[in-house]
Nanobody, 119 residues
Framework: QVQLVESGGGLVQPGGSLRLSCAASGSIFSINSMGWYRQAPGKQRELVATITSGTRTNYADSVKGRFTISRDNAKNTVYLQMNSLKPEDTAVYYC?????????????WGQGTQVTVSS
């Protein structure tokens, strides 16, 4: 099993910044990608950004140029730097880790951290 502990959410004004962190522990071998998803009220969970073990990144179009994902493999931690935040970025943000075992992808999720962008 993999345990994920998220931190860094909160309330911020439009145009502000937040940095989310997610630390993985437990069976952390064979981790392929790490990333962030979000879910706003009444909407489906959507991908925000992912980063592979080779540091290849992928972003949702809505956050490109504003959000930056990074990872510290020594600390088994993934970060999401969010700049120029907009009210539509308001959501619960979930950390996601994918382990690949015998060609099977196994997903693990954090408990979620609330991000609210409001004046």
């Amino acid at each position: 099993q993999v345990q994920l502990v998220e931190s860094g959410g909160g309330l911020v004004q439009p145009g502000g910044s937040l940095r989310l962190s997610c630390a993985a522990s437990g069976s952390i071998f064979s981790i392929n990608s790490m990333g962030w998803y979000r879910q706003a009220p009444g909407k489906q969970r959507e991908l925000v950004a992912t980063i592979t073990s080779g540091t290849r990144t992928n972003y949702a179009d809505s956050v490109k140029g504003r959000f930056t994902i990074s990872r510290d493999n020594a600390k088994n931690t993934v970060y999401l730097q969010m700049n120029s935040l907009k009210p539509e970025d308001t959501a619960v943000y979930y950390c996601n880790v994918v382990r690949e075992i015998m060609k099977t992808a196994i997903h693990y999720w954090g408990q979620g951290t609330q991000v609210t962008v409001s004046s």
